[in-house]
């Protein structure tokens, strides 16, 4: 989120600030061609920031630097956790609508990111994705980060690969899943969260129907009624 709220959940480790920092950082970025997509975790704390930040990162004019939201989920369920106010799989769903239909945001339908370029649910499935710790351990999924069970390898030492890892990530086939196999909206959510539906037993697809239905009406047949009408009338 902004400054009060980040700096709050994701400080230095002696209490120092963070994010004025990351911004002088991406300021860094105005003449590169490097692409930088920055996830925004949202809860029922910070969720009011979004549109801001969002504002913020246009006014960069740097095409090459956009922003998602993300709902910041509860996984170790056992642990005590008094960082975040967790968002409902409703809440989030309900956050976003509202973005959305917001007709002061810039770009609204990039926020839904469900018609995109991805050729994946996420990165983790990519043969050359990883995410790295501070040990030098890749892993391909940032919430398993921690677990060295699932680490794939050391960075000092990349011949002792975990395969057993590797292949819940980039061997999966969603066709093997009847409930997926059967869902309209497959491919469109390319069988959702690996780690969730491996690891927590439970399936996530990224949007619901509600969003899904309000992203066709919004980027479709809203633009298309009037574009019909135009059309109509010479």
């Known amino acids: 989120g902004l400054a009060e ?15 004025d920092k990351i911004w002088n950082n991406l300021r860094l970025f105005e003449d590169s061609p490097v692409e930088v997509v920055i996830r925004m975790n949202v809860d029922n704390n910070n969720f009011d920031d979004y549109a801001t930040l969002k504002k913020m990162i246009s ?18 369920k056992d642990k005590i956790n008094n960082i975040s106010d967790f968002m409902s799989v409703q809440e989030f ?49 940032w919430d398993e980060i921690g677990r060295e069970e699932n680490k794939c390898f050391n960075v000092l030492n990349k011949d002792q690969i975990n395969y057993n890892v590797l292949n819940r990530y980039l061997v999966c086939d ?31 697809c990224g ?14 047949l809203k633009k298309g009624g009037a574009m019909y009408e135009n059309s109509t009338e010479g």
């Not at 991805?118 to 499935?125: G, K, L, S, T």
């Open 93 to 141: 769903n309900d956050f976003t609508l509202r973005e959305c239909d917001d007709k002061n945001s810039l770009e609204r339908e990039e926020d839904f990111g469900i018609v995109d370029d991805r050729c994946c649910y996420c990165a983790a499935e990519l043969f050359n994705s990883y995410v790295i710790d501070e040990k030098g351990d890749f892993y391909k999924c």
């Open 59 to 76: 006014d960069l004019d740097n095409n090459n630097i956009s922003i998602y939201p993300s709902p910041v989920e509860d996984i170790n």
């Open 5 to 19: 709220h980040h700096d709050k959940t994701r400080p230095l480790r002696g209490g120092g600030k963070t994010f």
């Open 174 to 204: 969603v066709f093997e899943d009847e409930e997926c196999r059967n869902c309209v909206y497959l491919p469109l959510c390319f069988g959702g969260c690996n780690f969730q539906k491996h690891k927590l037993g439970k399936k996530n």
């Open 207 to 220: 949007f619901s129907e509600d969003i899904i239905n309000t992203y066709i009406e919004n980027n479709y």
